[in-house]
């Protein structure tokens, strides 16, 4: 079985981290050279992750600040 790119994996965990309770609203996402670290990827398909997290609600960027769990992520 192919693996599915690093964005895509990182996608998954953080919302499974979300649905779980694991990540709660307002809570702090790992640095993105702590995902690179994680995951073994460069920033490209993390940043490319936290963008498309962001997009679709489930976490808020903030410049400078970091990632953070959106206050009502979609259910």
Do not use: N
């Amino acid at each position: 079985m192919p693996r599915q790119p690093v964005y895509e994996q990182v996608i998954d965990d953080v919302t499974a981290s979300i649905r779980g309770g694991t990540l709660k609203p307002g809570d702090k996402l790992p640095s993105i050279t702590e995902l690179c670290e994680q995951y073994r990827a460069s920033a490209t398909p993390i940043r490319l992750a936290l963008r498309i997290l962001d997009e679709r609600g489930w976490i808020e960027v903030h410049q400078g600040k970091g990632s953070f769990v959106a206050q009502s992520p979609p259910a």
